[in-house]
Antibody, heavy 120, light 113 residues
């Protein structure tokens, strides 16, 4: 079955960088893009960006441009999100979510989430 | 950016009754060339990731109970849960995927009265 398994929880210091991975299985990896969504404690869902597994195109929400990089690796069927210059307000659960296709689609499968805490 | 506004923020409904959640977009998410509304609904229970319920505004995802239904077009949408069950307690979000950035509603918390 389709499954997305994310890397484990992280505790980071302000100013550090973070990389969250999302291992996909159970489907044709190249047929579906990935979205990254985060959720601060007790808050709603915030879309961060999207990457195509077809051609590597990315689209990042304005507030994350310059601080976030999205990548995919077909050989390991893994998507990754790197967030740099961490601040305390980056504390959140980070989710990868599979795009139904490789374009403007809904998110049909989600990873379990990765808890990231940023604190000095 | 397309702003998605849900109402109400929270809702308490008796078991077996109907719950209705609204979602309004600041611009139309109807793509006229294919007559599809680029709107999805998600359910999130505590400690879990969101779960897809509805896409194209009214198409139920496989395995989702029939008591969940979506409607609306253009800028105004509804999620209806008929015959509310205890396991439906959750926060519900709408998502527009018409343009980038994708945007979610702020969420509606559904509880049992």
């Amino acid at each position: 079955q389709v499954q997305l398994v994310q890397s484990g929880p992280e505790l980071k210091s302000p100013g550090a960088s973070l990389k969250v991975s999302c291992k996909a299985s159970g489907y044709n990896f190249s047929a579906h893009g990935f979205n990254w969504v985060r959720q601060a404690p007790g808050q709603g869902l915030e879309w961060m960006g999207w990457i195509s597994t077809y051609n590597g195109d990315t689209y990042l929400a304005q507030k994350f441009r310059g601080r976030v990089s999205l990548t995919t690796e077909t050989s390991t069927t893994t998507a990754s999100m790197e967030l740099r210059s961490l601040r305390s307000d980056d504390t959140a659960i980070y989710y990868c979510a599979r795009d139904y296709g490789n374009g403007y689609n809904w998110f049909d499968t989600w990873g379990q989430g990765t808890l990231v805490s940023v604190s000095s | 950016d397309t702003v998605m506004t849900q109402s109400p923020d929270s809702l308490a409904v008796s078991l077996g009754e109907r719950a209705t959640i609204n979602c309004k977009s600041s611009q139309s998410v109807l793509y006229r060339s294919n007559n599809k509304n680029y709107l999805a609904w998600y359910q999130q229970k505590p400690g879990q990731p969101p779960k897809l319920l509805i896409y194209w505004a009214s198409i139920r995802e496989s395995g989702v109970p029939e008591r969940f239904s979506g409607g609306g077009s253009g800028t105004d949408f509804t999620l209806t849960i008929n015959s509310l069950q205890a396991e439906d307690v959750a926060v519900y979000y709408c998502l527009q995927y018409f343009d980038a950035p994708r945007t979610f509603g702020q969420g509606t918390k559904l509880e049992i009265k």
